[in-house]
């Protein structure tokens, strides 16, 4: 089948998701099925106002350099269809004789590309769907893992090891320090803040997921046990976490006085728990909250996953040309050491609003830490060791005097 | 003056301050009037402690090392000496035989080492004192800049112009954004900020420094004004910012009720500004808060600032023994294209317990961002230009359909 390609982006940017778009350009540059390679601005939206660019016009240093380019540069959107919409984007891509549309997205934007395959095929519109996995959450069905998610991890790792180090070093007066990190619905993000440890009592020394319900009394006593045995303590937690009635973990949000009290509702569960430890434990405690920064910080992007999503967008395009359709691309994993990881596929169906949750084997039976199996699994996704730090032994020098009174 | 070296490290770690530690060691080494180098743990708490190590112990890959570690490889404190205790940190010196001391600090730093070295005096105890600057916030008086805001100002305006790609691409739900920096009593870092721009409306739009009283109907009109010309807005603020009373702008900590009401302080400005612009002018808004991540980032620190870091280290060592004292070493910028920079002194009594403010000079006239002199200070300190990032030139397709109603 000969025609037009469309791409979009959707959702929160990405350090890699650029590098999808790029290997999908390169694919598709190769294969003399596709003519023209269209990209819609701001997703779907763009698609809807007929807001398309061509990619065949953008010279190859700029198509490269999405590789090493952060965010979206399509331009990304949240922005779920009406029942309307759908006719408005077949009217679309007839009109620009799509016969390719690649989305890269998370759940939702795997549950739009579905609809629009569904529906070109109940037209007669002869159309190939290929979704992209894209999420530093995480938490798509079937796929090993999702672009996205090696970098996001790579950058928590890096900087909760530092953020542990800042700790250490200042101890003496800021006790304990909450990093709280993304993740609405899934907590692998928090959970890779565990490969920042490289001591037995390095930071992070607690880790929150929101698989498991958020119980304050038993947070704080691991807080107090930490403290008590190493004078400093450095928690990581998921900005989803929820307590036991399914709520999320944050200060109350109920408003009494719009003019006194109307901010009340102010920050997250990161704000809420640094605030918790100081008023029942006493210790000055802060919050870092990296926020968005998180997620698209190419500085310490994953190589691995770079190159991954350069090959999911590869594969999308290869396997649309080949007839396949109403799918997504997967990763693989063939084998952990060494790495070995390759592409699938997998139909939009099974994936489509679906959220994988982190499961019981990968977090410690005290639901304060991540367990080794975890470890094993992310630990080849950040794509190489972590940057190495000088230790010193730190003799000691005889003392002379009494000690101090 | 023959004798032993005593070196601390003082107030919130930095990228560079094991750089001044390494510049420090190596030269101490070179002297022949220098026997052993101590090096006091957490600051001037470990002198009081006599907790001290031998520095010549280490191992020289693990001392060149510290030049590639961030935070504080000798620990940190934040301790204000009692009259008391300055007895004891002379008996301490006199037990150990110290004639040098050098101490890596802020402007409370400052105060102390001069203190110490006053009362050195007062005893007729022969002891050369050399402050070293080190300070993020970059607010110590005399010296050019500060060791430890090269980096700060890397990783900020790195970090800034992520975020900011992150809105441009998701601007159609997530609309503004507030960064919240580190910055006290100074806005210096929030300052920094503005090398993030890279286009005329590229981020970050609004820069707002505690040197300029925070007025919310300005901020409020301000935030609406960048809104309605480009559909977005970041926005870069000072964790110092105060309003016209000299108030620190956040939510009002005020409690009624313990029970329902008792975390209602939680968050900083940029939560604050964040919940005031969703309130007031309907805007989606998100807050990223980096925190203590931003002071202790390798990954992003300035070779410029970690280069300038190891020759303070290395000035204090030499300037001490060629017999000067209470004094604290600066930076002095002999020309700025290309830039060029040297080592001074200046007396411990100019710089302690003084804070630099950011100059009006450096300040926008609207007191929303800053002026271009600020730039040209600002840029040669972060050690080259930020990473390069691919730009789609987005040559539009033809529209073919009637536009969407």
Redesign the interface.
Known sequence: MTGNLLIA?SG??TAVI?SSVCGTIVEAKRRAQIR?I??A??GI?GV????????R???P??????R????????????KLKQEDYS?VM??FQ??QISYFVYAGGNDSMDTAHKIASLATEKNYELKVMGIPKTVDNDLMVTDHCPGYGSVSRFNA??VR??G??????Y???TV?V?ETMGRDAGWITASTALARDGVDSAPHLIYLPERPFVTSKFLADVKSVYDRIGRVVICVCEGLKDEKGEFVK??S?K?DTD????????GVG??LT??IS?NLGFKA????????Q??????ASQTDLNEAYEVGQTAVSRAVEGESDKMVTLVRKSNEPYKCETGVVELEKVALKTRKVPDEFIHADSNFVSDAFLRYVKPLIGGPL???????????E???P??R
């Open positions: 982006q929160g940017p650029n023209s269209y990209g601005i701001n939206l809807l106002d007929e807001n398309l660019i061509d990619l016009q953008e010279a240093e700029a198509v490269s350099g999405l090493g380019t952060p965010s979206a540069a399509l331009g990304s959107c949240r922005f408005r009217d679309v009109a620009h890096i900087a530092d953020a180090l800042d700790t250490d070093a200042i003496t007066s800021d320090k990093v200060a109350s109920t009494v006194r009290f109307g901010h009340a509702q102010l920050g704000d809420y605030n918790l008023e802060r919050c870092d909250k990296p926020g968005t920064i997620r698209v910080s190419m500085t310490c940057p190495e730090y000088a230790h010193l032994k730190r003799k000691p020098v003392r002379l005097l000690a101090r």
